[in-house]
């Protein structure tokens, strides 16, 4: 008889306490775009189809089927969907780590998987599944999918894991002028206000915003509205002018000549064409299909 044992070393565990705090599966049509956000825990993406741009800070580049970005806590990022080919990918919201390679802080990660993605696409399937039949105890068994997969790309990517956030020089005050315009949009709102409301020089802050975010901090209040506008113009029967003064913009024909200059439409004609789409298409079809699975048991309080 022959006997190999093999000790498991307890320096050799892999003992970060890494939450899963939850799961999405977005697909998007036409030119649908986000807007820059951040969010105080990780992401990472994986995209399981189509094309598109993927924006963190200051850096932009072209995302396609097996790619793989991580972002770290607090930093910036957005994705465009290429408009013939539809971005569709899965996010995992991760709390209490950051990740890095070659021992530095990176703001975030990029890998293709393009040619090592068997074992990246199961866990991926079984986390999903696992998220949709919500069998008994699957918040667990998705919190040790997650675990196995992170390791599976650590190991790939050879990184280095910290349960330390990323934080720069001006990144509090920046957040904190994101989340007012983000919770205040439809409000009366200027330059001066914004920097009244920060106790900040209105053109130190104006400056380090668009050194953060790329545009300026109106121009951020004007996307913001016009994403608002968008929603309601497709999923209510509220009048242009209602939208209008809904979303703040001073006056009808004021909104009407910003949702032009941005859409390169009226906001009737945006409207009118999304009617249309939808008879045309099903139901899942529509501008972003998505789905999220929260954990709210293992997520921190």
Known sequence: MSNNRIDISKNDVFDYEAKLIYITYSKFENDWTSLMHFHPFSEIFYVVGGKGKFTVENDTFDVKQDDMIIVNPNVYHHEDSDGDHPLEYVVLGVENLSFGLNGEDNEFLYQSF???????????????????EKLTGYETVCQKLFDLFLLKVVRYMKLNL???????????????????IDQNYAEDMSLESLAEFMKMNKYYMAHEFKNNIGISPINYLIERRIKECKSLLTTTSLSIAEISETVGFSSQSYFSQIFKKNTNMTPKQYRDESIYNNKEKKKDDSAMYQKQY????????
């Open 162 to 180: 910290s349960d330390n956030p990323i934080q720069k020089p001006m990144k509090r005050e920046i957040r904190m002028i994101c989340q007012y």
């Open 114 to 132: 393009e040619k090592n993605n068997d074992d990246i696409q199961y866990y991926i399937t079984h986390l999903l599944t696992e998220s949709e």
């Open 294 to 301: 929260i954990f709210k048991s293992i997520s921190s309080e």
